[in-house]
């Protein structure tokens, strides 16, 4: 079996237009996987510098030893067809540790051509700390980091106007961009005084004038190296590749434009449409982000209790179920898509890629790693939807309502009918407050007593119990649980 690097497989040539902080698995199998797709389908024609996001990267050192090549293996349902790829990905020119090659780091900023900066840094990488300066080397937060890089190109060329960088985080934060731009303006603040005689108003200008942050939105699970599988995909790609990273064949990309830039002029610049690709360029991100945590989210929520309190473990059986199928749609359809306001015709294509993904023929999704903290993902992905959906048709929802007693049930513990543990995982309190109220023997208390949680739980929603039949609707599932099981009870929620 060959080793890989460019000797013993093609790499192809291109300027560097990428600085990509992060060279995780996610970045690999989701950002460099579409800028290959890119090169190699439109005149994008850019390679990726990589800089390593701690100061000791395993993963960066394998990357250099395979001259940056490695191969991505996407695997799952697309558009009804089962999915088993392989892609060799070459768009990464080299990789620089900056907390050993500051300089190296900096110099980036003095190349021409760089137009991109990319990051992954994880929810904690866009923090402000105010203990970082100008002259670290270099500073150890990320914004610091970029305010440095940014600086130094702004000195490089004079403040050119055509000299400024796209900037698109993928950290899995809410307006990362957003966040990202305020974290930058508060460096160039805090370092007024380091910047050279008269730089700070004319750079900070600079930056908000000719510098395009966008906020973004990333959607592919990455399992990552495929550990167990490593030695037939070695065969199968027939070169001895040890960085592998393994990802989910659904792939979104969801880019809000800055408001100083237009859409067409992100779009010429990053021309991901023309590739192809599940990339939407937008004026605003938030209702991708709404339909996202509502439509994929969400009826994870509720259909990990409901499936798990009727004897199914794992994601796809429960998909493929003749009762839990049908709740699983009736959720995903008829319930949370009815409280969404984009089109229907791309709510419902969405819908339908969920399920796909759902069912993925290559993961065992265990329903009980989804259970962990239940309450909260139910008050940030269900209870909007719930409130909505009564809003609009004046009725509630009876499976998120169901799925909300699966939830109580499932905090109950004890043993499922067929022997197996339930074991709730939540913070102590809200598992104290469920304890203390199963304790009581009465549905009712029991209901009231989580509904009524709005300091605990439920946070600006309030006491639920305010919500027009729901305590009463909470309860009627909860008898029928107790009496016919959840199957049963499921099966007369999707009549």
């Known amino acids: ?35 290959q797709n890119m090169n190699d389908k439109t005149d994008f024609n850019s390679q990726v510098v990589v800089l390593q996001g701690i100061r000791q990267s395993f993963v960066q050192d394998m990357l250099a030893s395979q001259d940056f090549l490695y191969h991505v293996n996407l695997q799952g349902r697309l558009d009804g067809e089962v999915v088993n790829s392989y892609d060799r990905i070459d768009v990464i020119s080299r990789g620089i540790n900056p907390f050993e090659h500051f300089d190296s780091y900096l110099a980036l900023a003095e190349q021409p051509l760089m137009r991109f900066i990319i990051s992954n840094t994880t929810e904690a990488g866009i923090a402000f700390d105010p203990e970082c300066h100008l002259a670290d080397r270099p500073a150890e937060s990320y914004p610091g980091k970029l305010t440095q890089l940014l600086y130094h190109r702004f000195k490089t060329f004079n403040g050119a106007p ?30 007024k005084d380091e910047f050279e005689a008269g730089d700070y108003e004319a750079f900070k200008n600079w930056f908000n004038t000719y510098n395009y942050v966008c906020a973004t939105l990333v959607d592919r699970i990455v399992p990552g190296f495929p550990r167990n599988e490593i030695a037939a995909i070695q065969e199968k790609i027939c070169y001895r590749d040890n960085v592998v990273v393994q990802g989910e064949a659904f792939h979104l990309w969801v880019i809000e434009k800055p408001t100083n830039m237009t859409l067409d002029e992100l779009r010429a610049e990053f021309p991901a449409d023309k590739a192809g690709l599940n990339v939407i ?68 294509k969405y819908g339908e890629s969920v399920l796909e993904r759902f069912n993925n023929p290559y993961v065992d999704h265990q329903v009980t790693s989804i259970m962990l903290n239940s309450f909260p993902k139910y008050q940030t992905r269900d209870l909007p939807g719930l409130k909505t959906y009564l809003e609009r048709k004046g009725e509630l929802p009876k499976g998120l ?20 543990d339930i ?22 208390k029991v209901a009231e007593g989580v509904l009524a949680a709005d300091a605990l739980i439920w946070k600006d929603h309030g006491n639920l119990n305010n919500i027009p039949g729901l305590t009463d609707m909470v309860v009627e599932y909860l008898d029928k649980i107790q009496e016919k099981g959840m199957l049963e009870t499921v099966k007369e929620v999707i009549e």
């Open 401 to 420: 309502v169901l799925g909300l007693a699966a939830i109580i049930t499932y905090y109950k513990g004890g043993k499922r009918a067929d022997g197996a």
């Open 281 to 348: 360029i937008t004026d605003d991100e938030a209702p991708y982000h709404e339909r996202k945590v509502t439509l994929l989210n969400g009826p994870h929520t509720v259909l990990s209790p409901v499936t798990y309190l009727s004897g199914v473990n794992i994601v796809r059986d429960a998909c493929n179920h003749p009762v839990l199928g049908k709740f699983i749609r009736k959720v995903q359809f008829d319930e949370l898509m009815q409280t969404l306001n984009l089109p229907m015709d791309e709510l419902q």
């Open 1 to 35: 079996m060959k080793a890989l690097n460019k000797v013993t497989a093609p790499k192809a040539a291109a300027p560097e237009r990428i600085i990509q902080f992060g060279e995780g698995n996610f970045m690999r199998a989701f950002v460099d996987w579409i800028i």
């Open 162 to 191: 055509d000299k400024g960088f796209i900037i698109m985080p993928c950290e899995l934060i809410f307006q990362n961009g957003h966040h990202l731009k305020e974290i930058v303006n508060k460096y160039i603040d805090l370092w």
């Open 423 to 444: 074991t709730p995982n939540d913070d102590a309190q809200i598992m104290q407050l469920l304890t203390d109220l199963w304790a009581t023997g009465d549905t009712r």
